[in-house]
Nanobody, 124 residues
Framework: QVQLVESGGGLVQTGGSLRLSCAAS????????MGWFRQAPGKEREFVAA????????YYADSVKGRFTISKDNAKNTVYLQMNSLKPEDTAVYYC?????????????????WGQGTQVTVSS
């Protein structure tokens, strides 16, 4: 079992920045590829970013490429999502997820464990 706890969400103005953190406990964190997804009201949960087991490879949705950066600190059992140049359309609940099998997947079913989510609201 892996437990994931997100933090760092909040209210920010357009153009602002936030850094989300996802702390993992349980099994060996370095064995897991990680991802961030988000879900806006009335919409499906969508892929945002992913990172490989070692942190050497990263993957992004087109909508956030160049603005968001995912990183992974295996020593701290934590994955981060640095979000810059935020837009109102980035408003959503953000979830981190862990996959033992696939790195860089954009598909929800490929992730084995999920956090409870953290709210990000970008005001215009």
């Amino acid at each position: 079992q892996v437990q994931l706890v997100e933090s760092g969400g909040g209210l920010v103005q357009t153009g602002g920045s936030l850094r989300l953190s996802c702390a993992a406990s349980g099994r060996t964190f370095s064995n897991y590829a990680m991802g961030w997804f988000r879900q806006a009201p009335g919409k499906e949960r969508e892929f945002v970013a992913a990172i490989s087991w070692s942190g050497g490879s990263t993957y992004y949705a087109d909508s956030v490429k160049g603005r968001f950066t995912i990183s992974k600190d295996n020593a701290k059992n934590t994955v981060y999502l640095q979000m810059n140049s935020l837009k109102p359309e980035d408003t959503a609940v953000y979830y981190c997820a862990a996959s033992l099998v696939i790195a860089g997947s954009r598909t929800r079913k490929d992730y084995d464990y999920w956090g409870q989510g953290t709210q990000v609201t970008v005001s215009s």
